[in-house]
């Protein structure tokens, strides 16, 4: 079994920063893939930006050039530093690990509301 903790959500003016993490914990041998995606009222979940093991990320068009994933292998903790925010990235965002512990698993955080004022 494996345990997220997401924190760094909350409300903040367009322009501004916010900083998200998510720590898992448990029976954990590796961790391939860390991610965040984010789900807006009346939409589908959808990705935000990804990070393998070796720190190779990917992310969303809409975000490119304003957020940045990272990882902490040694905490196996993933960040996503998100500057210059707009009303339109109000979402709930989900952290989501892919790794192997007793076996390949496949989890999710409990999500952080994340809303920008205009």
């Known amino acids: 079994q494996v345990q997220l903790v997401e924190s760094g959500g909350g409300l903040v003016q367009a322009g501004g920063s916010l900083r998200l993490s998510c720590a898992a914990s448990?029976?954990?041998?590796?961790?391939?893939?860390m991610g965040w995606y984010c789900q807006a009222p009346g939409k589908q979940r959808e990705l935000v930006a990804v990070?393998?093991?070796?720190?190779?990320?990917n992310y969303a068009d809409s975000v490119k050039g304003r957020f940045t994933i990272s990882r902490d292998n040694a905490k196996n903790t993933v960040y996503l530093q998100m500057n210059s925010l707009k009303p339109e990235d109000t979402a709930v965002y989900y952290c989501?690990?892919?790794?192997?512990?007793?076996?390949?698993?496949?989890?999710w955080g409990q999500g952080t509301q994340v809303t920008v004022s205009s």
């Open positions: 990070i393998t093991s070796g720190g190779s990320a």
């Open positions: 448990g029976s954990i041998f590796s961790i391939n893939i």
């Open positions: 989501n690990v892919k790794g192997l512990g007793r076996q390949l698993f496949d989890y």
